[in-house]
């Protein structure tokens, strides 16, 4: 079945940088278009970025544009969330999720590949 697999969450201070990462796990990913969601205590999980298959494209939320950089490695298969100019509301548990293979951007809406997710706590 395979699993993807974050981390890097951390407390951190307004203002700091924090890269996650999201490594997949028994099996690949590469063909997939791959992004970000996030979710609040007590609200909705919530796109944050995306990124086609091959990297050619990246997709963000109009909250993180300029701070956030999804970017990706297939060799190692892993997916990476460079986050910038931390704010408090940027609090949350990150989730990674797949698209469907080949697929474009908005496939990750179809699937259910989701990672169990990493918590990232900015403190002001």
């Known amino acids: 079945q395979g699993q993807l697999v974050e981390s890097g969450g951390r407390l951190v201070q307004v203002g700091d940088s924090l890269r996650l990462s999201c490594a997949a796990s028994?099996?690949?990913?590469?063909?997939?278009?791959m992004a970000w969601f996030r979710q609040a205590p007590g609200e909705d999980r919530v796109f944050v970025a995306a990124?086609?298959?091959?990297?050619?494209?990246?997709y963000y939320a109009d909250s993180v544009k300029g701070r956030f950089t999804i970017s990706r490695d297939n060799a190692e298969d892993t997916v990476y969330l460079q986050m910038n100019s931390l704010k408090p509301e940027d609090t949350a548990v990150y989730y990674c999720?797949?698209?469907?293979?080949?697929?474009?951007?908005?496939?990750?809406?179809?699937?259910?590949?989701w990672g169990q997710g990493t918590q990232v706590t900015v403190s002001s």
């Open positions: 999720r797949a698209g469907s293979s080949g697929g474009g951007w908005l496939t990750i809406y179809d699937t259910n590949y």
């Open positions: 990124i086609a298959w091959n990297g050619g494209s990246t």
């Open positions: 028994g099996r690949t990913f590469t063909s997939h278009p």
